[in-house]
Structures are given as C-alpha cells and as structure tokens.
C-alpha cells in the first residue's frame, strides 16, 4: 500500500532554533517529492521539489534532503521565525498513471515561539 | 501567491441544503482539482478535470458533483448537503504540459470551510 508518514506529529521550537522534519514513504514507482507549507486557514504552497536523481534542494532558510534508497526525505529549517508557524506537508508522486498521482502526509504542526 | 480563488471561504449551512463551492484561477492551467481536508488529517483527492468538459472521481467517494464548462472555472455541487460533509475543501489547479516532466506543481487556493448543521 503506497502510504506517506510524517514526524513528529507536532513540534514547537523557539525562534531562532533549527529543527528537522522527518518524512518516509513507501510510494512506488517513485516520481517526485514535494513539501508543502499550510499555514492555517489557507491552501498548501509548494517549497521544494526533487526527483529520483536529487538529494539536496534548498529554498531561502528551508533545505529538503532525500534518499530515494531508504525512501526517506527529511526538511530541514534553519533560524526559525514565527512565520515559520504552519503544517509542513510531504507529497509523493507516482509515475504509474497519467495523472502522476499524487500521496499526501498528514503534516507534522510546527509552532515557533518567541 | 498563486492566482486561483475561492468562495466563499466559509459557509455554515443546514441540512438538505444545495451549495456550489467556487474555484477559479487565472493562470490558465488546464488540470483543476478538489480535494477535501479533514483537520490534522492528509488531503484527499475528491475530483479532478484535464481540460474543459473532462471531470473524473477521484479516490475518495464523494456525494459532490463538478463541472469544467470553462478552462478558469471548477465548481463544486453538492445537492442536498449533510453534517458528514463537514470540511476543508480546496481547490487546486496545474499546468498540464509540465506534469509530463514529472515537476508537476499544484497551486492551491485558500479552501472553503464548510459547516452543516
């Protein structure tokens, strides 16, 4: 069964702290992985993408790693800001249909405190 | 921030109720999408549509209908509405040429909070 598991569930750091998302997927065949930040109340917003063939790929403050090997990516934010208050998503993506279905974790809720 | 809207953006109705959840982008994207989001809980694709007059299901069954008459505009119906369908609706939209390069990117609008009671 193609599953998405994120950790931790939740987790509240202070501002200025960096702190490690973690992300395992058993998704097969394997096209893509995305994170996604929610913040409340609004639409997920693309922050990274990597294919088969990257293991690194940073955007501003934020740094997504992936072994497509173990399956396991982790999103790695560095100096936390309050703004940096949302649900993270990862989302993997299959290349078995046309549609390039896509598999949805539940998030891990992160909190920034001053 | 990614052009494509919402309405409304919250909704608090009674039961047996007809709604249309609006959704609307102005990048010209030609793949839309619905999913719907429980709280705390991972998305799940509701519809779908590649172009106008193509809709399809999507995994999770859903009482709600779409429609795809323009390339800009994806509603969503429900006919006769109930507690169950309490949720986050959101709507989504792609380009449909990049999703063969597998870097795919989905846009999401702001979502509906919907509430029946």
């Known amino acids: 069964k193609n599953q998405v598991e994120q950790s931790p569930q939740s987790l509240i750091i202070l501002e200025g702290k960096n702190c490690t998302l973690q992300c395992n997927y058993t998704v097969s065949p394997f096209s893509n992985l995305r994170w996604y930040k929610q913040d409340t109340g609004r639409g997920p917003v693309s922050l990274t993408i990597m294919t088969f063939s990257e293991n690194t790929k940073s955007n501003g403050r934020y740094t997504a790693t992936l072994d497509a090997d173990t399956k396991q990516s982790s999103l790695h934010i560095t100096a936390s800001q309050l703004s940096d208050s949302a649900s993270y998503i990862c989302v993997v993506s299959d290349r078995g249909s046309t549609l390039g279905r896509l598999y949805f974790g539940r998030g891990t809720q992160l909190t920034v405190w001053p | 921030e990614a052009d494509i809207y919402q309405t409304p953006r919250y909704l608090v109705i009674g039961t047996g109720k007809k709604i249309t959840l609006e959704c609307s982008q102005t990048m010209g994207h030609d793949k839309m999408y619905w999913y719907q989001q429980d709280p705390g809980m991972e998305l799940h694709l509701i519809h779908y549509?590649?172009?106008?007059?193509?809709?399809e299901k999507g995994d999770l069954s859903s009482e709600s209908t779409v429609s795809r008459i323009r390339t800009e505009h994806f509603p969503l119906t429900l006919e006769s509405a109930r507690p169950s369908h309490t949720s986050q609706y959101l709507c989504a939209s792609s380009d449909a040429v990049l999703s063969t390069k597998s870097e795919e990117t989905q846009y999401f609008g702001p979502g509906t909070r919907l509430l029946v009671l």
């Open positions: 549509s590649y172009g106008v007059n193509s809709t």
